[in-house]
């Protein structure tokens, strides 16, 4: 593994740093886009990426939509991207699901529509998706009817989430053997536009405060978004770069994964966070300083059309 | 027969133990759940305990972390199953107590904005906090753009089974205001019903509240100190001389350790005596305060305790 430096990334650094990987790993929200906006120059950066022979993937811990739904996005904006190159949580979550619990049975879901979807692709049934309003007295939610084939509780951004739903987990989640898997523990989500809500990561924690129990995640900083990706297309993780917004999911999975790290000032970290992270000495911290870092992608244009 | 603060001993207890024990104590402070009733069945012999210990000159509390109810709906419950001498004002809940910290301790200037259910939201108006309450029956915004009151103050969060996305969203935005208060009225994960079902309970919204906002929320109930301060400000007692019975170890009993008080465990609740002795056994420091000082099956004990003496 690389030893973490910090180091700004400049000049002809950015040629040698780009020959020395095949295949670049990106976040997408403060990295390649802010909500529906390009990060400026970012199509041009990936598009030149390609023609030069690298791989290019999008690793997102947003849950809010399905691969189809995020190709069409990239589309839309320009980026020369396929479905296959992009994983997303709704997508891994439900890769976990099959090939790592293989589950047998059906998934209360917490999430939304493409959860629902991703789910249903690789044929895992579930309940649960869309509005739940309260009704009756206390004993009733207690006694709400539970499914018997539901065998998973699974927690991703729901904007419907409510107190209903909270008691539905819990009242699955009171049988041990009922597994719990989240999404991802951000604790803002960016929506379109600009603006920002409280992430998947407050829904969990209030299924994970309920239910006294820890989910298994399965977004970044944990490996299996990275092992999702190297099962499906052959990687050399010493020559795999992370390019991400945020020290403690995007940085962090790469340092996880023995990647080099890139980070770029667009998103959320700043290198004031990294800096900290690097003098506290401290061994977990250590994960969070990245190899490079730049303003924004877009500073690795002159080397990829020189 | 008090027991040290540094060497909790959980004791079991019975007939002339726990009258020694009662007689060196003027206020005894009960937790409700699981100590005098259960969901709608009484502890048998809780309402005899308690006329008992008055008739004895002891002063009677009542303390939960219970929100979901005002005081007045407490006092029914008491009259439903059986008891005969308990006032609304021996009655403190953590729906109580909030408001009274709000109006007493930090003197809000401004409004509340509520979570919580009707047991919260009406202890609020009796105690004559201006709140700002969600109506989810008529929402007004969407999670992308919601309204918000320029005069809010405090967010305080309690049990609330309207609690749905929005009313996240609007507490963490004005949480992002460091001069605004965050209160949690407890931190009770699940919430008992009969039959050893449960609940989402106050602390797993608090807990989403306080990822969102990156901030800690002030705990009204137990363990916490404030509703013990709460009684001793109205009734001028003296820790030293009141016993805390409570079915709850990490609530509870942590409560009367933090609190100075004498402890004791009942066994008719959430917490086992094996659970007790686990934490008594437990190398870290901090675990000693879950122990209780003395332990019985139920407070149906105290009965024969009398009795043995008259007999």
């Known amino acids: 593994m690389a030893v973490s430096k910090c180091t700004r990334l400049n000049g002809p650094l950015i040629k040698q740093m780009l020959d020395s990987v095949d295949s670049v790993l990106f976040d997408c929200d403060g990295v390649i886009w802010r909500g529906d906006q390009a990060i400026p120059g970012a199509p041009d950066v990936i598009n030149l990426l390609k023609k030069n022979g690298k791989n290019v993937f999008f690793v997102t811990n947003n849950s809010t939509k399905t691969r189809k739904m995020y190709a069409d996005k990239l589309a839309l904006m320009g980026f020369n991207a396929t479905e296959d190159e992009v994983f997303g949580t709704a997508y891994c979550s439900a890769m976990y699901l099959k090939n790592v619990s293989r589950l047998q049975g059906k998934v209360y879901l917490i999430g939304s529509n493409a959860m629902r979807q991703e789910l249903e692709k690789v044929g895992i049934q579930q309940t649960g998706v869309g509005p739940d309003p309260i009704s009756g007295v206390q004993i009733d939610w207690a006694n709400v009817p539970l499914d018997p084939e539901v065998k998973a509780v699974v927690v991703g951004f729901d904007e419907h989430f409510s107190y209903m739903k909270l008691n539905r987990a819990l009242q699955y989640l009171n049988n041990p053997d009922c597994l719990l898997v989240g999404t991802n523990t951000d604790t803002r989500l960016p929506l379109e536009g600009g603006k920002a809500v409280p992430g998947t990561g407050c829904i969990l924690k209030a299924v994970e405060t309920a239910a006294q129990r820890q989910a298994q995640t399965v977004g970044k900083p944990n490996h299996f978004m990275y092992d999702c990706v190297a099962s499906q297309f052959s990687l050399d993780r010493t020559r795999c770069l992370m390019v991400g917004d945020r020290l403690d999911t995007d940085i962090l999975l790469g340092s996880n994964c023995g990647l080099k790290t890139l980070l770029t000032l667009t998103g959320v970290s700043t290198v004031a966070d990294a800096e900290a992270h690097q003098e506290s000495g401290c061994p977990k911290r250590l994960g969070m300083v990245p190899d490079y870092y730049v303003e924004s992608i877009a500073e690795l244009l002159p080397a990829l059309q020189g | ?311």
């Not at chain 2, 753009?145 to 969060?157: E, R």
């Not at chain 2, 004005?174 to 050893?196: I, K, M, S, V």
């Not at chain 2, 009141?242 to 402890?263: H, P, Q, W």
């Open chain 2, 1 to 311: 027969m008090a027991g040290l603060v540094s060497s909790r001993g959980c004791h079991k207890i019975r007939g002339s133990q726990i009258r020694e024990l009662l007689d060196s104590k003027l206020n005894v402070l009960f937790d409700c759940d699981g100590v005098i009733w259960n969901g709608e069945t009484v502890v048998a012999g809780a309402p005899e305990v308690v006329t008992l210990l008055k008739q004895q000159g002891k002063k009677v509390f009542f303390i939960t972390n219970n929100c979901t109810r005002p005081r007045a709906s407490y006092v029914t419950k008491f009259i439903r199953l059986g008891f005969t001498d308990v006032a609304e004002e021996e009655i403190f809940s953590s729906a109580y107590c909030s408001a009274a910290y709000l109006r007493d301790v930090a003197k809000l200037q401004g409004k509340v904005y509520v979570i919580g259910c009707q047991g919260v939201v009406k202890e609020l108006r009796e105690a004559g906090v201006p709140i700002v309450e969600e109506d989810t029956d008529a929402p007004t915004g969407t999670i992308y753009d919601y309204p918000l009151d320029p005069d809010v103050k405090a967010v305080l969060v309690g049990y609330d089974e309207k609690f749905d996305f929005i009313k996240l969203a609007k507490a963490c935005c004005y949480l992002q205001n460091t001069e605004c208060l965050f209160l949690a009225t407890d931190p009770d994960p699940w919430h008992p019903l009969r039959g050893g079902r449960i609940t989402p309970g106050s602390g797993s919204l608090t807990a989403a509240v306080e990822t969102a906002s990156s901030r800690k929320a002030t705990v009204i109930g137990k363990p916490s100190c404030f509703m013990f301060e709460c009684i001793a400000s109205q009734f001028n007692l003296d820790p030293g001389q009141s016993l805390m019975v409570g079915d709850r170890l990490e609530t509870d009993i942590l409560f009367g350790a933090n609190c100075g008080l004498d402890t004791m465990l009942t066994l008719t609740g959430v917490s086992t005596l094996e659970e007790a002795h686990g934490y008594k056994d437990s190398d870290d420091p901090e675990r000693k305060d879950f122990v209780p000082d003395y332990v019985v099956e139920t407070i149906a004990d105290f009965i024969e305790a009398y009795e043995e003496e008259e007999g």
